[in-house]
């Protein structure tokens, strides 16, 4: 058990099992010292966050929403590295938020998974990002988030 393992512990965390990819992809790839992941959503096994922002969905469920797609980032980062300690820096990550005609918030909403990224890695999890509306997403889902991560 490394350091963010005790981290997720102390913020009463756990990672869901990897989601099975819904279409023909890989949930992340490493190439070099980067794993980027493929976009995950906001639903695990137990649990689908789904609607459009400004219309469905508040944006504290939004926020929540990009809470577990962090979560499912790094479930995927898992999937290429042996240990969440491996994360040497979050580099980059893009948001989309299926969004109501008019919904403008969404850096509001990827706050969710930037704040809990900061949370986990402190100064490490600072990355740049891109957060965007966006008119539907697969199945219905409320928010999408993907990660490219430098790992050691």
């Not at 919904?103 to 909403?109: D, G, L, Y």
């Amino acid at each position: 058990m490394g350091h963010i393992d005790d981290r997720l512990r102390e913020l009463h965390l756990t990672l869901p099992a990897p989601r099975a990819p819904l279409a023909n992809y890989v949930p992340a790839r490493r190439v070099g010292n980067l794993v980027y992941t493929a976009g995950q959503i906001s639903g695990t096994v137990d649990r689908e966050i789904k609607g459009k922002l400004g219309a469905d969905l508040s944006l504290d469920q939004g926020r929540e929403a990009a809470r577990v797609c962090a979560l499912n980032c790094l479930a995927a980062v898992l999937t290429m590295v042996e240990s969440l300690d491996s994360i040497k820096q979050l580099v980059r990550v893009g948001a989309f938020v299926n969004s109501a005609e008019g919904f403008n918030q969404q850096p509001m909403v990827a706050n969710g998974a930037s704040d809990l990224f900061v949370e986990i890695f402190g100064d490490a999890g600072r990355h740049a990002r891109t957060a965007v509306g966006v008119n539907e997403l697969p199945s219905g889902f409320a928010v999408e988030v993907e990660l490219i991560a430098e790992v050691g």
